[in-house]
């Protein structure tokens, strides 16, 4: 039985936790690795380094719609691939857990699940712009 009096904070709190997460990810691209590094890692895995761009382009924008509440749900659904192509690139080769070296897809997989989570249970409380499935 779902408690309609807490669930919408539950997805309030789902969508910023997953929000904080990508922004998180994007900086890390953007101040550490710099684009241009994140371009030619990218590269070095056989994508065309524009795909860095796009990428970070999607985290960033995605981030700010799950904190803000504009179309989470929708949102949510369209950053599952980010993290697919993370796990198919990056840490599958790596193995299960994400302590081992390059890290396993362990993580990734769970923040598909709940980025999941959000997209079933609705944009929650305070958010700016539900979308229209979501009552």
Known sequence: MTDKTTSAYAAL????????????HFGLKYFVFTPAGTAQFFSSLGLPGWFAYLTMTVEFIGAIALILGIY????????IPILLGAIVTVHG???FFFTNPNGGWEFPA????GLL???LTGDGKF??????FNK
């Open 110 to 113: 769970f923040w598909i699940v």
């Open 93 to 95: 080769a790596a193995g």
């Open 127 to 132: 958010a700016l712009k539900p979308t229209t």
């Open 13 to 24: 709190l789902m969508r910023l936790a997953l929000g904080t997460l990508f922004l998180a």
């Open 117 to 119: 989570v959000l997209a």
């Open 72 to 79: 989470a749900r929708l949102v949510a659904v369209v950053l």
